[in-house]
């Protein structure tokens, strides 16, 4: 009898030991309007409070120092609730709880999370509690936009453009798995566009035909200055004669006055292709798709809009594993090494919706509110037409 209530007391100690994980908040609207309700309580009562402080630009606070401006640092993340121990023994030291606080402060806005307060930190510490109660709310309404629903139960793909990260979502609208994205420039005619579609088929090692306004904005430059540009790139060059393509070579071309509406330049697959291995094709009127890339130093850069509208993937081949795979719990492993296959389309078992969306402000698996730079300036776009109004 003695044995058994000792074997009892160590599985509930056991058990003990290891908490229940807390549910993962879902990335679907439900989920997501919940909780930006109630970071919007949460941030009134900032406002209200009038407690909130700016801080001057040009200053640099780093762990372990004693700054006059340590003081008004902590009291800032206390009302934003990433520093739990508001009060310290030395208010004007930059201690470990403050480091942690800062860290906790610059992960939730996408940035460094180096603990030290420097120019990109302050930038967003200085954003007041009334410009972020305005981010919640317009990022609410775009939770609210029924032009995304679908079905509940749904598995999706997303990327989200500010957040520069694409998910997998499952079933249960969990995240399974995230990858790091390019997406395009910031001027209007580069931009990634929001929209929603299906996932329909990938192309192994895909050719690129170039669009238009990159021949005659990029290429035709680049060939004035240099010959053999489209050689050096494997590119291709035709004109169309009769509805047909027919190759030409680069000196039939004057390339002073050549309109580049009435060239085709397509590049051949390889380890230049500017697609890389994979492209992953949705239908969509904005010519727009995910694919690789062989420049693989730009996922290293925090703010990544360097494309010319489509998304690169830092991870094409995991995510053609889920896409290809009917368990997302269990994809099958895909691997481009030893296959041959060139320009080749591959169809999915079954079309996978995709979203590509647009969110400043959400909540995360963990619960914890996020913020993101507004790299577009479409919020401010719907502000400067509210302000109109």
Known sequence: ?????????????????????????????????????????????????????????????????????????????????????????????????????????????????????????????????????????????????????????????????????????????????????????????????????????????????????????????????DATYLAKNNMRLYTEVKGHLVPIGVKQVNWKTVDGRKLTIIQSPGPKNALGQLKFIFANPHDIYLHDTPVRSLFKHPVRTYSHGCVRVQNPEKLASFLLSPDWNKPRPFSLAHDTRVNENVFLPKPVSIQIRYFTCWVDGQGILQFREDVYGLDQSVLDLATLE
């Open 1 to 225: 009898m003695f044995r058994w209530c000792f074997l009892l007391l160590f599985l509930v100690t056991l058990a003990l030991s290891f908490p229940l994980q807390a549910q993962q908040v879902a990335f679907v609207p439900s989920a997501q309007q919940e909780h930006l309700l109630a970071a919007m309580q949460q941030y009134q009562k900032i406002v209200e409070s009038q407690e909130w402080v700016s801080f001057p630009g040009d200053v640099c606070v780093k762990p372990g120092t004693v700054d006059k401006l340590v003081p008004r640092l902590r009291k800032m993340l206390c009302l934003t609730q990433d520093l739990a121990q508001c009060s310290a023994a030395d208010s004007s030291l930059f201690d470990e709880p403050l480091t942690a606080a800062v860290k906790r402060f610059q992960k939730r806005h996408g940035l460094a999370p180096d603990g030290v307060v420097g120019c990109q930190t302050l930038t967003a510490m200085n954003v007041s509690p009334a410009q972020r109660l305005r981010q919640i709310q317009l990022n609410l309404a775009r939770w609210q936009d029924t032009t995304y629903m679908q079905p509940a139960g749904t598995p999706l793909v997303v990327v989200n453009i500010p957040d520069f990260l694409l998910q997998v979502i499952n079933q249960h609208g969990q995240t399974v798995w995230s990858t790091p994205v390019i997406v395009g420039q910031p001027q209007k005619m580069y931009q990634t566009v929001p929209l929603h579609s299906k996932i329909s088929y990938l192309v192994v090692r895909p050719t690129w035909n170039l669009p238009k306004s990159i021949i005659q904005r990029e290429i035709i430059p680049a060939i004035r200055r």
